[in-house]
């Protein structure tokens, strides 16, 4: 006789079905495989002296972190300045690699910018690849949570960028895996996520319609100190410097091609030469999913309902979304697959999170907004799930002791 146990609180001890198991392992060795030859082709992490080949957005922070702690943060900002240290790094290029971050992020920069620039760019995506697999593993609730974040399509698209995707999937991830156990530790990475505030606009409303007053506080706490630290260390020219450059973001990013913005926005542009259309409906697309959040954050829904849609709306309420920021989706689908684990997925469940993933696989094919249509499917999956009246039983038992079914099968 043997026995194995299912925690229903966070599906630990279940095992993923066997076809995941094999997509998943099949998609982490093609993401392997594609690095290694990228990088044995000069088209990753080390720039060809002429220019060519891939020209990773890591060169943007590495430069602006160059500027800081040389004491010019201020001229990060200015692309006159910022351009010809880049081209010192990667050769001749044409295009726009900007900084538009919040100074506070200039202490993560002026750190890496201290390391040779091929080293700079394995610690930055090494390392914030670690954390994006432990915030994932966080939710999953054990080691299945390595195996399923690493295998997830956009994994690639951040390495190759060398970009933040992997930072702002492990903030949002740890916060929210961290939110009902430790709100303070929660909180604190909430904060963080300042650095990319745009992800964070839904935060302070589903916190609010839940009363997760200790996490809010926390958060903003966080988000004030590193903002007053940075004032301190880079002046306030930096921020004088960083506000105007906001209204300009999408602007750049329309100079290079419309269907690269995996939002609203984005395929509205792609599709419709109508800025006011395309505003028109992300913002409609915006305020839907904040009101959904609120709604669901005061319901009885179980927390794991709550958290997938906190998550999955963040990327629906932004119109700067990129295909290295999808890597976030990766905390909705864990979310799911948590439910899944320990409850019975529903019908159609796993077709529908494979399709998400799919999408975000082919975009290099099809160069369009298919990652917001990835953001859709998996937003439909977490409203089905909001639905059904099993989600709001489990959160009534959500307060009480774990419980281990036991299952014997006789061999």
């Known amino acids: 006789m043997a026995s194995y146990d299912i ?5 630990a001890g279940a095992k993923l079905p066997h076809p995941v198991e094999l997509i998943c392992f099949a998609l ?33 922070l590495w430069a602006a972190g160059r500027l800081a702690e040389a004491g010019h943060a201020a ?36 750190a890496l910018s201290l390391l040779p620039y091929a080293a700079a760019f394995l610690v930055w995506t090494f390392g914030t690849f670690l954390a994006y697999l432990a915030a ?11 195996f399923l974040a690493a295998a997830f399509p ?5 390495f190759m960028a060398g970009q933040n995707g992997f930072l702002s999937a492990a903030l949002i991830g740890g916060s929210l895996g961290l939110l009902e156990d430790r709100p303070v530790a929660a909180g604190a990475l909430l904060g963080l996520l300042a650095y990319k505030p745009h992800l964070g606009l839904l935060f302070p409303i589903a916190l609010a319609a839940a009363g997760r007053w200790r ?4 958060a903003a706490l966080v988000a004030v100190l590193t903002a007053a ?54 913002i409609a697309t915006a305020l839907l999913a904040a009101v959904a959040v609120a709604v669901l954050w005061r319901s009885r829904a179980a927390y ?41 997925y529903l019908k159609h469940e796993l077709a529908g999170i494979g399709l998400a993933c799919l999408l975000v696989l082919i975009y290099p094919l099809v160069q369009a907004p298919v990652g917001f249509v990835a953001v859709l499917i998996v937003a439909a999956l977490v409203v089905r799930r909001a639905l059904d009246p099993a989600s709001y039983a489990a959160a009534s038992n959500q307060n009480a002791p774990a419980v281990k079914l036991n299952r014997w099968v006789t061999s």
């Open 7 to 11: 925690s229903p609180a966070s599906g």
């Open 229 to 282: 630290a940075s004032w301190a260390a880079f002046g306030a020219a930096s921020w004088q410097a960083f506000f105007p450059g906001i209204a300009h973001a999408l602007d750049a990013d329309g100079l290079a091609y419309w269907g690269k913005l995996q939002s609203a926005f984005g395929l509205t542009r792609a599709l419709y030469d109508s800025a006011t259309l395309a505003w028109s409906i992300q």
């Open 154 to 158: 956009a994994v690639l698209a951040n």
């Open 136 to 146: 994932i593993r966080t939710i999953i609730g054990d080691r299945a949570g390595y």
């Open 75 to 110: 001229a990060a900002y200015n692309w006159a300045v910022l351009k010809p240290l880049e081209e010192n790094i990667v050769g001749h290029f044409a295009g726009y690699l900007g900084w538009r971050y919040p100074p506070t992020f200039l202490f993560a920069a002026a």
């Open 215 to 218: 996490v809010f506080f926390s």
């Open 28 to 60: 982490i060795v093609t993401n392997a495989v594609a690095l290694i030859v990228c990088y044995l082709h000069g088209w990753w992490l080390v720039p060809a002296p002429d220019g060519s080949g891939n020209i990773a957005d890591f060169v943007a």
């Open 304 to 344: 794991e309902i709550k958290a997938a849609a906190l998550g999955v709306a963040v990327l629906l309420a932004t119109p700067h979304l990129l295909l290295y920021d999808l890597v976030v989706l990766a905390v909705p689908l864990a979310f799911l697959f948590r439910l899944g684990r320990s409850g019975g």
